[in-house]
């Protein structure tokens, strides 16, 4: 009887609390949106100040951003699609393929103000004729260095800031008597920072197509332009180019291993390294008086596209197909993409965008390094997305743990390398 | 006769038995009391078991849409993966050896306590501590223990003299599943020898009186008399350390990832990696994987719960 009486006051109460809520707004919307980059407080503003403009423009909805680190990020999108829940905006990046296979992102091709957008960029979420992304942050992959520590070992740039591949080997040579690490590189949190040097020689040696085939296996490893360049890498290896300790060293700790302690001569990075390095020095960035040049990825003997260089887009929006709010969700998208908020991006995250901004010159204290980035544009011949955009299951995880790590670590021969890649990623 | 005096008269005025026994409460009772665990169990442990058993047959399509492929999977996981059978190997050598080094380990750390050792409160504790501490914060300390550069282990290791034996001791595959391992058996030492230092004080003081009597000396009635009546305790800190070990996921993920070149790849980490990082919603082949490894580890608790368990009991 007790039971039977506290259920049905228990009920009572519920069915009072539910009485006595006021009654939802017809306009009152919750946006939910996932994010990564929660640790890049220029990224946070931006895209916070994103979510107040459409709040402001649009009353009764409210934007609910929730921050993730990446593998947190994946494993509850991986969960919630299916699932059919999950947020309405969510965080991508242009190798998460298999979130437009399986049909969890709805196109944008309708919804979007493409006007804003990078065409380039644009076609890098564009697959069958439709567009699943909008790319926010775009990256060339370059070498940075330090211009005293070059001029300390007496190697001038050349004009075109690409050494040839012997030049290139012999400046790591020069760095190492000199007592410089060569090379600031770790792989202690990232599937990918290994393998810069080896993949950009790859290439300019193999040109754009043959690059894409080798991605995806459509081009044997054993092919002798690809063991060559393996060989050229090895030799860089052996000559000590990278720490000792690169195989722990994480991304944020090679950072401040070039620029901080102990130093290092260069840093092969894609150019949001900027994104991170031009914070204030007690936030863990770059001194402002760091005397940071970039140059070109060394050319490869008989290369077939030496000007040619990686540009990739990064983070992307796109909206959940489950959403009831698409229309909404574009418009929180199209918030970020205005040529106004482009500018912005270049502004006060110091990085490459898809987005259309109207910057013609640059100002403040990294002017000069942005005309210096703009460039080593001049002339380059892109290839659209890297190695991880373009492999998938045992190929990437491969790619992750030879290329990344293994050789590059000096823990592989060049024909074991060369034999493990097959293995994964040749389909011939 | 016998005087039960006491306990006879307390017996008597407590309420019937019938009363409080919870083998004869009601149906109603029953399903009140146990109802809600019930269902947090049943909806997080065992339909998640049921549906990986179910999985593991099928192909699983984005927008649940489910393939059956009968023992695919498995084949394809018994025949082809190589880094299936490079987790099975890793994890084998990490459950047996770190299993053998804590169980031993956490004995002799608890029998220096007993024997009265100076210190034992400030031992006790120290030793203790890294049980308290997660795996991340355990992980990342021994990261940096590790590292080549700045690492405590290199830097000893110069400071000795000893400059040439300085690794990169997560970085090698010869000595990455190793160093781990350290890690781990550095963090679970002190459980174990806080669990043997209980079952010691709970040995019968009159028996190892008698053996002092008896001029027994300390290695002996370590052998013949203390480690007989720890057995249990013996078998069951091996069996749940041996679970845990192969199980091994956090501390793996944190300090390594796997690598380097699979040298510390855990079943469990490789569940985690197909299911999560391989750019699939699939989930078939992650849950044949977990199925296989659930069934061998089943086997061999099975197998371990036998060979140990003590055939006659001891009477004291």
């Not at chain 1, 004009?159 to 760095?175: E, G, H, I, R």
């Not at chain 1, 030799?235 to 990278?242: C, P, Q, R």
């Not at chain 1, 950072?255 to 949001?272: D, E, Q």
């Not at chain 2, 409460?25 to 109802?35: D, E, K, P, Q, W």
């Amino acid at each position: 009887m007790i039971t039977w009486r506290f259920a049905a006051a228990l009920l009572l109460v519920i069915a009072f609390g539910l009485a006595a809520s006021p009654p939802a707004q017809a306009e009152d919307v919750t946006l939910n949106v996932w994010t990564h980059e929660a640790d890049e407080d220029a990224k946070v503003a931006f895209r916070e100040l994103a979510a107040k403009n459409l709040e402001a423009a649009h009353p009764g909805v409210h934007v609910k951003i929730t921050w993730y680190e990446k593998n947190p990020l994946l494993a509850a999108l991986k969960t919630a699609l299916p699932a059919g829940q999950g947020p309405d905006v969510l965080y991508v990046e242009p190798d998460w393929t298999e979130y437009v296979e399986a049909g969890y992102l709805a196109p944008l091709d309708d919804l979007i103000d493409w006007n804003n957008i990078e065409p380039w960029a644009r076609a890098v979420w564009t697959f069958n004729g439709k567009t699943y992304g909008v790319p926010q942050e775009a990256y060339t992959n370059e070498i940075y260095y330090n211009k005293d520590l070059l001029k300390k070992l007496g190697v001038e740039l050349p004009a075109n800031a690409q050494f040839t591949q012997s030049q290139f080997l012999d400046l790591v040579k020069k760095a190492k008597a000199a007592g410089i690490t060569p090379i600031a590189q770790g792989v202690g949190d990232r599937p990918f920072p290994g393998a810069y040097i080896l993949g950009e020689a790859l290439l300019r040696k193999l040109g754009k197509e043959d690059y894409r085939k080798l991605w995806t296996g459509g081009l044997s490893f054993e092919d002798p332009r690809v063991v060559d360049v393996f060989k050229w890498t090895k030799e860089l290896v052996d000559a000590g180019a990278y720490p000792k300790n690169f195989m722990t060293l994480k991304l944020g700790e090679s950072h401040y291993y070039f620029y901080a302690k102990p130093g290092a001569l260069m840093l092969p990075m894609g150019s949001w390294y900027t994104g991170r390095a031009f914070v204030p020095e007690d936030k863990g960035g770059q001194p402002k008086d760091f005397p940071l040049g970039v140059m070109q990825y060394p050319a490869m003997d008989g290369g077939a596209c030496n000007q040619c260089k990686t540009s990739a887009v990064g983070a992307s929006f796109a909206i959940n197909s489950a959403s009831k709010h698409k229309d909404i969700a574009a418009e929180f998208i199209n918030a970020m993409s205005t040529p106004e908020m482009g500018k912005r991006w270049i502004e006060t995250v110091y990085l490459q965008t898809g987005i259309k901004a109207d910057v013609k010159s640059f100002s403040g204290p990294y002017a000069a390094y942005f005309t210096e980035l703009m460039e080593r544009q001049k002339g380059a011949d892109y290839f659209i997305g890297g190695p991880r955009d373009l492999t998938r299951g045992e190929c990437k995880d491969s790619f992750a743990q030879v290329m990344n790590s293994a050789f590059p670590g000096g823990l592989l021969s060049v024909d074991q390398a060369i034999k493990m890649m097959n293995a994964a990623c040749f389909k011939g | 006769m016998t005087n039960f005096g006491p306990f006879w008269r307390t017996a008597r005025q407590s309420p019937p038995p019938s009363a409080l026994d919870a083998r004869r409460a009601s149906r109603t009772t029953l399903i009140v009391l146990l109802g809600p665990a019930l269902v947090i169990y049943a909806a997080f442990m065992i339909y998640p078991v049921l549906r990986t058993f179910w999985n593991s047959v099928h192909v699983i399509k984005p927008h649940n849409v489910e393939a059956f492929v009968g023992l695919a999977n498995f084949k394809e996981l018994l025949g082809n993966d190589f880094i299936f059978w490079k987790a099975v190997g890793n994890t084998a050598i990490f459950a047996i050896v770190a299993t053998i080094a804590d169980v031993l380990g956490g004995l002799l750390l608890a029998l220096a306590l007993f024997s009265g050792a100076p210190f034992v409160r400030t031992l006790r504790l120290i030793w203790f501590t890294p049980v308290l501490m997660s795996y991340v914060v355990v992980g990342v300390i021994w990261v940096w223990i590790y590292d080549y550069d700045w690492g405590l282990a290199n830097v000893i290791l110069r400071s000795l003299g000893l400059g040439s034996l300085e690794q990169s001791w997560l970085g090698d595959p010869r000595t990455a599943l190793w160093s781990v391992m350290v890690t781990h058996i550095w963090k679970w030492l002190g459980f174990n020898m806080i669990i043997f230092l209980a079952a010691l004080y709970a040995l019968p003081g009159d028996v190892l009186g008698a053996a002092e009597l008896d001029n027994c000396g300390w290695f002996a009635k370590l052998v013949h008399i203390i480690i007989p009546m720890l057995r249990p305790t013996i078998v069951n800190l091996t069996v749940l350390s041996f679970i845990g070990k192969m199980m091994i996921f956090d501390l793996v993920w944190i300090m390594t990832g796997g690598g380097p070149l699979w040298s510390t790849e855990t079943v469990s980490t490789y569940v985690y990696k197909r299911a999560f990082d391989w750019n699939t919603f699939d989930l078939g082949y992650p849950s044949a994987i977990a199925v296989l490894w659930f069934l061998i580890i089943l086997a061999f608790i099975v197998a371990l719960t036998r060979l140990l368990r003590q055939r006659d009991r001891l009477e004291f």
